[in-house]
């Protein structure tokens, strides 16, 4: 079956089932902003794209930078998604039985289309999400790392052999769950997509991803690069939808785990909804961070790190360190720096290689940010810079969700904008005197995903790592993620970990088998 996508307003280009094929590559090269329209369906299970059965409920996907429709968003209800499940799962009982060697080689060839492919995902990722090309481009690296990353541990699955008494023993397997459910977030789709899938994987299972209503387009062609790859039809499915699907997703009796990336609020109904079927649950959710910078830092560094910490994807990261803290002694040097260099950060384009910050997912997100910097300044703080609503030149652009970055000082603990999560360009700066002051302050919060602290002291270094509450701290850096290292939260930033060797313990379960060499011993 032939495909289309709409590339401008009337040229379509034709394309077949293992999506790109080497003579396309160019077109998708060409995309500019303002210039994708998608038309083809974005389900997919059994192994090709699904058309939606009812189109009455669906809503309009818009471009960030444009503020023009890009698609509609259809949901998938109860009927599509059993099938989709039930088409997981007949895969999963293919693909369990394979080795992890075998498995192994059907991933890399996965990693490897979406390396060969990395530039046109990207451009479908930045008409979508919103980013530059320069992050979407880092991010599509990530993604194929991190099937790459598990492929590698796949062969290495392995269970354990437990000696008894009289010669007789036990050992245990490492088995796949069945089918799995991932639920991804809108500020990263297609990472996200791999960072569930890959794991899920690696270990035998098959995977249902439903991605945000607002970034419908990119999970599909993950989904299409499996299949080229060379997984069972139905290994990785695509289903389309909002809470009502997600609900029907986390009911399913066939689902054995869902892997969640989104709001507290929502995580607390996805754990509720998995607890009826006692079914596994991972949450990564929210972050109000505290990054902390002393006197004795390398202040250049510690200015990096903070501009890392609060502008990345238009500070739509879960994990961002909005909480500055910074010694009081070195306060005004920083703020002159930080200052001087947000306002420099060009804001425009995400396709241009120049842009480092583009616009805000959507229309109404844009306004709750807005809304956020207006009530810091009701509460007391000063806005060092930015926090208006930004017009590009580009008159392609003059609809678009864009936000100058924003520097708040003169904040205070008990602040709106210090406490909750505003997950948009805006860095809140707070100063300290001690050490044993600061890391109370950081502590008190709900959230503990992340943390940071730029010092010169090893000592202190590791004596505030091991105190802030919060599943990863950064020293002398902000926002790296390697694929080999766990990220996850503490308390309500969620549980369970993605990335890294420990994230097989979340997608896998042990058997223990115990085996007698002798007579059976009966007190009956």
């Known amino acids: 079956m032939i495909q289309r996508w709409s590339i401008g307003y009337n040229m379509a280009v034709e394309y077949f089932p293992n999506f790109y094929r080497k003579a396309k590559l160019n077109t998708f090269k060409s ?298 002694e070195i306060m005004p040097q920083f703020l002159e720096e930080v200052v001087k260099r947000t306002k420099a950060i060009p804001v425009g384009d995400p396709m241009c290689e120049e842009t480092r910050m583009s616009a805000l997912i959507s229309k109404p997100h844009m306004e709750k940010v807005l809304g956020f910097i207006k009530q810091a300044r009701e509460q007391g703080a000063k806005v060092l810079c930015g926090g208006e609503q930004f017009l590009p030149n580009d008159p392609k652009l003059k609809d678009g969700y864009f936000v100058s970055p924003c520097v708040l000082d003169n904040c205070r603990d008990d602040m709106t904008c210090v406490k909750e999560e505003i997950f948009g360009p805006v860095m809140s700066v707070l100063s300290f005197d001690t050490e044993e002051e600061v890391l109370q302050r950081a502590n008190n919060t709900t959230f503990g995903l992340a943390s940071g602290v730029f010092t010169r002291d090893i000592a202190r270094a590791h004596r505030v790592a091991a105190n802030l509450q919060a599943g990863t701290c950064y020293i002398n850096n902000y926002n790296v993620g390697p694929v080999e290292v766990p990220f996850g939260g503490y308390k309500m930033s969620g549980f369970g970990r993605e990335n890294g060797q420990v994230t097989i313990e979340y997608y896998s379960q042990l058997k223990t088998v115990v085996v007698e060499m002798g007579d059976v011993e009966s007190i009956f």
Not at 189 to 200: G, M, N, T, Y
């Open 31 to 328: 995309v500019s902003t303002g210039t994708l329209v998608v038309k083809e369906p974005l389900n997919f299970w059994a192994g090709a794209r699904v058309k939606p059965k009812d189109t009455n409920n669906s809503e309009p996907v818009y471009e960030p930078a444009t503020g023009r429709v890009l698609c509609d968003m259809i949901p998938c209800g109860e009927e599509e998604v059993d099938e989709a499940i039930k088409s997981a799962h007949s895969a999963y009982l293919k693909w369990s039985k394979l080795s992890g060697m075998e498995r192994a080689r059907i991933m890399l060839e996965a990693a490897r289309i979406i390396r060969e492919r990395r530039d046109e995902i990207a451009r479908a990722e930045v008409t979508n999400n919103g980013k530059s090309i320069t992050e979407a481009q880092v991010d599509i690296d990530v993604a194929w790392q991190c099937i790459e990353y598990y492929a590698g541990i796949a062969p290495t699955l392995s269970g354990q052999h437990i000696q008894l008494p009289g010669g007789s023993f036990a050992y245990t397997r490492r088995e796949p769950l069945g089918v799995c459910v991932g639920i991804g977030a809108w500020n990263y789709p297609f990472q996200i997509a791999a960072w569930k899938s890959a794991p899920a994987m690696a270990c035998g299972n098959a995977m249902v991803f439903k991605p945000s209503p607002m970034t419908p387009v990119t999970a599909v062609m993950l989904a299409e690069i499996y299949k080229e790859a060379g997984v069972p039809d139905g290994l990785f499915n695509v289903v389309q939808g909002g809470a009502e699907t997600g609900g029907l997703l986390c009911h399913h009796p066939m689902v054995a785990k869902v892997s969640f990336t989104g709001s507290v609020p929502t995580g607390k109904k996805v754990m509720e909804m998995a607890a009826k079927g006692v079914k596994q649950v991972t949450l990564e959710l929210g972050g109000k961070s505290p990054l902390i910078i002393f006197k004795d830092c390398e202040l250049e560094n510690a200015i990096k790190g903070a501009l890392m910490a609060n502008f990345l994807t238009q500070g739509e990261v879960c994990c961002n360190g909005t909480r500055v803290f910074v010694q009081r």
